[in-house]
């Protein structure tokens, strides 16, 4: 398919490969490998397989390259590589490129599995890693050097929300011929266009907005033919993190209503961001989407809207973080994000637990934090749920 259409065209089209029974959904190749005709043809394949030739389904499967090919029309990007879950795009993104003896410079404010690969994985194998505040070009200024080979952040930080300019890193970066790694996760494929703004290797988990309904775990890279191909996939094929056909035909079946459940879900940000401005038990509210974020300017040059996800940060504490979220009547306590249903985390506790209190200070995700992930209800509904909970503080 043309790379002209849009995304939303894309995501319900791009990729499609049919069987001879002319299906209209999409199959699963629930296969681990498919069957030669002869030997020679076994061995011919071995030695080089085309577009639609397949060998093992840690390799690749038809329904995995269906969704890898989608995925890549609607990024923008030349190729993409599906993995089993968000960690396993980071982590093969960034070992399958890097060696012993390399530098990488990351900004500090990461999810905290993202953390320990950077901080723990990649320094066991002799990597050395410099953290910055993602949000000071002054500091990626002075970490980066001629030997540095890769730079990593979050678009959008999980859970403070603090913007990194993709543009202006990307530039500092390739300056010392570094290779930009970007965890868009936030900012989902719908807002994304990071591949145009600079950036080399782009991944996702797909666990979040792409299956948005909660079912299946996964991930994927995406940049350029030969970064995809030559260097990721034979990591990846070799170490064993590719994603299963089952759950690849999840992502497939999500991407087709993508934008329409992103774009209802961040009108209901802003219009909660809206109704909690000024609330006695808030000390801030905190969505990119909104004038009142110290980032807005940026958010809205880079990504166009805010995304799906708000902060509440409640004057009273863990204390208070616990009692708001117990009141909820609608948003479930959970941990994942882009849901179809809203979902509360309180970070502090949860997903950023492992990190030492003085950092998790530093990065804004204090005892009252509670992250806030918009599902598709009724926005009244959940501005209501909200309000009320806060009250209940
Ligand atoms: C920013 C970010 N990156 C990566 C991941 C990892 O994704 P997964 O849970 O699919 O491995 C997450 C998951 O919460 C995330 O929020």
Not at 156 to 163: F, T
Not at 198 to 212: E, F, L, N, P, R
Not at 235 to 246: C, D, L, V
Request: proline share 3%.
């Amino acid at each position: 398919m043309t790379n002209k259409r849009s995304k939303r065209t894309h995501a319900v089209h791009g990729g499609t490969r049919r069987s001879q029974y002319g299906e209209v959904s999409e199959a699963i190749f629930m296969t681990q490998g498919f069957v030669y005709e002869t030997a020679e043809a076994a061995e011919a394949r071995f030695i080089s397989a085309g577009d639609d030739e397949f060998i093992y389904a840690r390799y690749g499967n038809p329904t995995v390259a269906m969704f890898e090919d989608r995925i890549a029309l609607i990024e923008g990007a030349e190729d993409a590589f599906a993995t089993a879950s968000g960690m396993a795009a980071v982590s093969g993104a960034l070992t399958s490129m890097l060696k012993a003896g390399d530098h990488v410079v990351s900004s500090s404010a990461l999810f905290g599995s993202c953390h320990y690969v950077l901080d723990e994985v990649l320094r066991r194998f002799g990597v050395e890693v410099t953290f910055v505040d993602g949000t000071d070009l002054d500091q990626w200024r002075a970490a980066l050097r001629p030997d540095t080979a890769a730079v990593f952040f979050e678009s959008v930080s999980n859970p403070a929300l603090e913007v990194v300019d993709i543009r202006a890193v990307c530039g500092l970066a390739h300056a010392v011929g570094a290779m930009v790694v970007v965890d868009n996760v936030f900012a989902s494929p719908v807002y994304s266009d990071a591949i145009a703004q600079g950036a080399d290797v782009v991944v996702y988990s797909a666990t979040k907005h792409i299956d948005g309904q909660g079912r299946a775990l996964g991930g994927v890279v995406l940049g350029t033919r030969d970064f995809i191909r030559n260097t990721l996939e034979p990591y990846m094929k070799h170490t064993g993190g590719s994603m299963s056909p089952f759950n690849a035909w999840i992502m497939l079946k999500g991407l087709e209503t993508l934008e329409l459940r992103v774009r209802a879900q961040t009108d209901s940000a802003l219009a909660v961001t809206r109704a909690v401005q000024g609330h006695p038990a808030l000390a801030r509210a905190l969505y990119p989407g909104h004038e009142s974020h110290p980032q807005f300017d940026l958010c809205r040059a880079q990504m166009g809207k805010g995304g799906t996800v708000l902060s509440l940060d409640l004057k009273g504490g863990k204390k208070a973080a616990f009692a708001f979220v117990n009141a909820l009547e609608i948003a479930v306590i959970s941990n994942n994000l882009g849901d179809a249903k809203t979902i509360v985390t309180h970070p502090a506790t949860t997903t950023h637990q492992r990190l030492p209190e003085d950092q998790r200070m530093k990065l804004g995700i204090t005892p009252g934090l509670v992250r806030v992930s918009m599902g598709i209800e009724d926005t009244d509904d959940l501005v209501g749920d909200i309000l009320q909970a806060l009250d209940a503080v």
